[in-house]
């Protein structure tokens, strides 16, 4: 079971709690954690990630054992705490501006 940590925003579009847990296949990636995410929550498609391109909207962020996993490639697998359900998997709304 994969934990997953959503921001305000996409917790009210997708009404769900701060934590949400997932089944999720392996490989334990991005794109596998926000495959399953998008499955369960179809609200979410596009909020995430572009519908076409599949890439990360240039405000969202990820991060996972203290590290910003925000440029990795999408398929490369997440630390095993990660994939164990031990720590969690955080999206995070960044904050732009001056």
């Known amino acids: 079971m994969i934990r997953l940590i959503l921001p305000h925003h996409l917790r009210t579009l997708a009404n769900v709690d701060r934590e949400v847990q997932l089944d999720v296949?392996?490989?334990?990636?991005?794109?596998?954690?926000?495959?399953?995410?998008?499955?369960?929550?179809?609200?979410l498609r596009g909020a995430i990630r572009d519908h076409v391109t599949q890439q990360r909207r240039p405000l969202v962020r990820f991060f996972a054992c203290e590290d910003d996993l925000s440029h990795d490639p999408p398929d490369k697998p997440l630390p095993e705490k990660v994939a164990a359900g031990v720590e969690p998997f955080f999206i995070i709304g960044a904050i732009a501006g001056g």
């Open 25 to 43: 296949p392996s490989p334990i990636t991005q794109r596998s954690i926000l495959d399953a995410l998008e499955a369960r929550y179809p609200t």
